[in-house]
């Protein structure tokens, strides 16, 4: 016996649901990540031709733009940051995202404070959220300029912002 068949043949159907603050949260910085991933990925394109990553097509266009005397090896380690800052984005941003969108889920049951805001587990995912969008752009930033210490405190927030979505997840799930 299936699992339709254990319920009378029809398909169960289940509303999500969500705290409305924790959701404009969570779109507006998704949303805010998401341009920011497209611009990095946008501005690896400019080192990837002046480091000689050229099709044949445009290598005229390019050079009478930048002219022929361009140094190639001093694009190719910008080419090679600008690339390593679209990796990092692509390894951290989806899994901390999808821990704050579990949360945010989790605590849609949560009761609201006495004066109608979020509860408290609500204002944490929305705190939470807020941390990682910003330590996500600091770290781009820092790394774009090569400060490693600046870059540590940039990316800890994130991790730990993650960390704590994902424990508010379990929570949840838990029903603690």
Same mark, same amino acid.
Do not use: C, K
């Given at each position: 016996m299936?699992?339709?068949?254990?319920?009378?043949?029809?398909?169960?159907?289940?509303?999500?649901?969500?705290? /409305?603050?924790v959701l404009r949260s969570l779109i507006l910085c998704s949303s805010v990540l998401g341009i920011k991933y497209?611009? /990095?990925?946008?501005?690896?394109?400019?080192?990837?031709?002046l480091c000689g990553d050229i099709p044949p097509e445009d290598k005229p266009l390019w050079e009478k733009i930048f002219g022929k005397g361009i140094d190639k090896e001093a694009y190719k380690l910008l080419k090679d940051r600008f690339e390593r800052v679209v990796r990092?984005?692509?390894?951290n941003i989806p899994i901390g995202l999808?821990?704050?969108?579990?949360?945010?889920?989790v605590t849609a049951n949560a009761m609201p404070t006495?004066?109608?805001?979020?509860?408290?587990?609500?204002?944490?995912?929305?705190?939470?959220t807020q941390v990682f969008t910003v330590s996500r752009?600091?770290?781009?930033?820092?790394?774009?300029?090569?400060?490693?210490?600046?870059?540590?405190?940039?990316?800890?927030?994130?991790?730990?912002? /993650?960390?704590?979505a994902g424990c508010i997840a379990l929570q949840g799930l838990a029903g603690l």
């Open positions: 299936d699992y339709y068949q254990e319920r009378g043949g029809e398909p169960v159907v289940m509303t999500l649901r969500m705290d /409305s603050q497209f611009v /990095s990925v946008a501005a690896t394109i400019i080192p990837n031709r990092n984005d692509l390894e999808g821990l704050l969108w579990m949360a945010g889920l006495p004066e109608g805001g979020p509860s408290p587990a609500a204002q944490s995912v929305i705190q939470l752009l600091a770290h781009s930033l820092v790394f774009y300029t090569g400060t490693a210490y600046a870059r540590t405190f940039a990316f800890m927030g994130g991790f730990v912002s /993650s960390l704590g």
